[in-house]
């Protein structure tokens, strides 16, 4: 060996090898116990930064390990390649999407390449591609058979000038987060999967997910949003009635006002005649579409001059309004208000000066004139509230539900926060939906046999909207029933469809099917997932449906996807801005100075890596200054993997040093013949071995880092023996996961055979795992003036005479012998003076 690794040159050898011997292929008949690790495959938007690096180091650490202990691994790679970024690049540069992305797709797996990750790229799939989307086309037309999929009128968010629908989180205070137009409502009869009907199954199965953050949990069981309350009906002044759902029955005596939503059916009508009431739909409109924008903004109302009559006193009536935030999705679209005990309420009422009544008391305060500058919302008994008075709230519930269904005017309900799931597009860069509209058979599957219906590639976006409706030639089809004039739907499928099933086809990759049901099942589910909590919601959730829905039609015997699942902290980086308020990328800055300009930057908070604050590390320079491992071991060793790692130059550097300390440790010298063990090295070394193996399966990667230090630091010190020689060999295979190409150089140097990334992880002898001497800490009168080092398990009498030798007692008690001598076994003597 030579006292120097050269990263570069054993990078790029190694990765050569692991190609050349398809290493890393998984083999679905190996005969081994298998094992799929996998990490949410990326999106391909141009380079890789360290936030990918240090998802897919975790990944590859655990998939060695795996490995080494026996198993055939699945450790895969694909590309989430369809999606509006593509379309937006098309739009801004002048360039096709498919381009765009297999041209991005190319310079991200050359990057990860260059890291040494141990993937089966035999098995890389796009999601762009037709022998993938082709397979998701027919599985959108078994579960159409399957009445798992059905088209309806629903309402969207649509952008006016760039002409598609909008995500709630792509409408900003009211405009296209593009365009910057005003966001109109629009009724367009849109796709949907029933991911309701498995609502129940999907809330009770989280009980099973024991290997899932806790807080992951809890995000889907609140989006699945399971609500038992009431359901019933207010007669109204104008000879109607209005359904409600709440989950608060108790509070029905504290009720002041009654809303519905801008789309329900009492709005529309008034609006149709009236043209205030149109004027504020129209207003709602334009207000925030997301949860979270509608509980923060200002909640405002329009009095309909309908009244509503108190199921329990017909003289006592409420005002109806419409309401900015009540969502026609959730319960039947209106419901009625306390102000008392709801935030939102309370703040409506302070508004309009509507009476807020207190029914719940938290046993200092019964007066029914509520005085408070918030709803109280915590437990309490009933008062003012008649029959109920004196009652809990449960008791209450279930009295007012049970009068409800004995007087015939409502009944017990549960529902749901989840809805269906749309999955219909307006934009070219996704699967094409596999329907065919025909005006005399109507929506029309596209028979398997016409599978792929594949994109056209002769497309333009110099005009908004989607280029799909406007082609000459692709939509105009032959309807497959009838044969006569028809056209294909030109709604492309929701991207959370394309990864709601690729880890399955990962596993099964058949030509002539989406995935074989026995070679799926013997990899999944996949053991460990891992990627970041911005998927906790959709992408799980969807991924978990998809799966449910293939059980519910015999397409395969799980349920659950992942039973293991991991999200890790994100590698965070400082932002700049320019003076004139542009984000600056790090290599634009120094020293504070934006180096274009000359011009002193403004340095904003340490986010997590963004290519749109531009605060991103792109890994290639790093890598070709400091090779793979270094990169890899900072990745690792500066954080809990679960805990945000920020950037930093001078830990990758650290990283890069203990690589050659490491590398100069290997090339230590051999024993002597004849020369004896190190038992204490030995024990040490064992309980590394079981230690570093602990913490990889546990993903604790910062503390099998500590370990090595610690066994490194450890063997420096020994002399030369056969224990050293063996402490040095295993260590080599410890790092092999966490530092591969450092691993393979030490080994093939040292002379071993075959490849490190073939061989078991070292053996643990159980018998070393033990102490068999422990420290001992000696007090005089509580304070410690001395340690002793005893065989475990001494008796009280040799520990003390060993403790009341000791020098420096010796001269702590001149001569005089303690009044009392306390013995704790195998911790501490405490000597009373």
Avoid at 21 to 30: P, V
Avoid at 90 to 98: L, S, W
Avoid at 189 to 212: C, K, N, P, V, Y
Avoid at 356 to 379: K, L, M, N
Wanted: proline fraction near 6%.
């Amino acid at each position: 060996m030579t006292t120097r690794f050269d990263a570069l040159t054993a990078d790029a050898a190694w990765q050569k090898v692991w190609d050349d011997r398809q290493t890393f292929a998984a083999r679905d008949n190996s005969g081994k116990p298998q094992s799929y690790v996998l990490e949410m495959f990326p999106y391909p938007s141009g380079k890789i930064h360290m936030g990918h690096v240090r998802n897919y180091t975790m990944g590859d650490v655990l998939a060695r390990f795996r490995r080494m202990r026996g198993y055939e691994v699945l450790h895969p790679m694909g590309w989430d390649a369809f999606g509006m970024p593509a379309e937006n690049a098309a739009m801004e540069q002048g360039v096709h999407p498919g381009g765009w992305t297999r041209a991005n797709i190319a310079t991200m797996k050359a990057q990860l390449k260059r890291l040494g990750f141990a993937l089966d790229w035999s098995r890389e799939l796009a999601t762009c591609e037709p022998d993938y989307y082709g397979h998701e086309q027919s599985l959108f037309l078994d579960l159409l058979a399957a009445g798992l999929v059905y088209r309806k009128e629903s309402s969207v968010n649509w952008d006016p000038v760039d002409m598609t629908v909008l995500a709630n989180e792509q409408v900003i205070d009211g405009r296209g987060w593009r365009s910057g137009a005003l966001v109109e409502k629009r009724k367009l009869s849109q796709w949907f999967l029933r991911i309701t009907d498995f609502a129940d199954d999907l809330l009770d199965g989280l009980g099973a997910l024991e290997h899932w953050p806790d807080k992951v949990r809890l995000m889907q069981e609140n989006w699945i949003g399971k609500s038992q309350g009431l359901k019933f009906r207010f007669d109204l002044s104008d000879g109607e009635t209005v359904e409600v759902f709440t989950t608060r029955p108790d509070t029905i005596f504290g009720a002041s006002f009654v809303a519905v939503a801008a789309d329900h059916p009492i709005a529309q009508a008034l609006a149709a005649t009236n043209a205030d009431a149109a004027a504020f739909i129209d207003r709602c409109k334009r207000g925030g579409t997301t949860a979270a924008e509608i509980e923060t903004q200002e909640k405002l109302g329009f009095d309909t001059r309908i009244t509503a009559a108190h199921p329990f006193d017909a003289t006592l009536r409420l005002p109806v309004y419409i309401a900015n935030f009540v969502l026609i999705e959730y319960g039947t679209g209106a419901v009625f208000g306390v102000p008392a005990h709801d935030q939102r309420d309370f703040e409506f009422a302070t508004k309009y000066a509507l009476p807020i009544r207190r029914v719940v008391s938290d046993g200092d305060h019964t007066d029914p004139a509520f005085d408070g500058t918030e709803a109280y919302t915590g437990p309490g008994t009933l008062v003012n509230s008649h029959f109920l008075d004196g009652m809990d709230i449960e008791d209450a519930k279930r009295a007012v539900i049970t009068r409800a269904e004995a007087g015939g005017w409502g009944h017990g309900s549960t529902v749901y926060r989840l809805r269906d799931w749309g999955v219909s597009r307006q934009r070219y860069w996704g699967t094409p939906i596999p329907i065919i509209h025909c005006a005399a058979c109507g929506a029309v599957p596209v028979p398997k046999d016409q599978l792929p219906i594949i994109l056209p590639e002769d497309v333009s976006f110099d005009i908004p909207g989607n280029p799909l409706d406007r082609h000459p030639t692709w939509k105009h089809v032959a309807c497959p029933a009838c044969g006569g004039d028809a056209v294909r739907e030109t709604d492309t499928l929701d991207t959370f469809a394309d990864s709601s099933w690729y880890f399955i086809r990962f596993a099964s990759q058949p030509k002539d099917k989406p995935f074989d049901k026995a070679v799926a099942e013997s990899w999944l589910p996949v053991g460990q997932y891992i990627g970041g909590v911005e998927h906790a919601i959709l992408h799980l959730l969807y991924a978990r449906f998809w799966t449910r829905a293939l059980k519910h039609m015999g397409m395969l015997d799980i349920a659950e996807p992942f039973t293991g699942l991991f999200t890790q902290g994100m590698v965070t980086h400082e932002t700049y801005k320019s003076a004139d308020g542009r984000w600056l990328s790090p290599d634009e800055v120094n020293d504070g100075i934006e180096t274009a300009t000359g011009t002193p930057i403004v340095p904003g908070r340490v986010e997590k890596m963004s290519k749109s604050k531009k605060n991103t590390v792109d890994p290639t320079g790093i890598v070709d200054r400091y090779g793979a491992d270094a990169v890899r071991w900072f990745m690792l060793s500066d954080s809990p993997p679960e805990r945000d790692l920020p950037w930093s130059e001078s830990g990758i550097e650290g990283a890069w040093r203990f690589i050659q300390r490491l590398w100069r440790l290997f090339d230590g010298d051999a024993a002597e013949p004849g020369q004896g063990g190190d038992p204490a090295l030995d024990r040490k070394l064992h309980q590394t071995i079981h230690g570093i193996g602990e913490d990889i399966g546990s993903l604790a990667f910062n503390k099998a880092v500590a370990k090595v230090y610690e066994l490194a630091t450890a063997i420096e010190r020994a002399a030369p023996s056969p224990s050293r020689d063996n402490a040095v060999r295993d260590l080599m295979l410890m790092v092999a996961p966490m530092a591969p190409h450092l691993a393979e150089e030490a080994w093939a140097a040292s002379g071993q055979d075959g490849l490190i990334a073939d061989a078991p992880w070292p053996a643990v002898d159980p018998t070393l795992l033990v102490e068999d001497e422990v420290t001992i800490a000696i007090q005089v009168n509580g304070k410690l003036r001395d340690t002793l080092v005893m065989p475990k398990g001494a008796a009280r009498d040799t520990v003390e005479a060993a403790a009341l030798a000791s020098d420096k007692i010796v001269r702590l008690l001149d001569g005089k012998p303690p009044r009392k001598v306390i013995v704790v076994p195998d911790r501490l003597v405490n000597l009373v003076a």
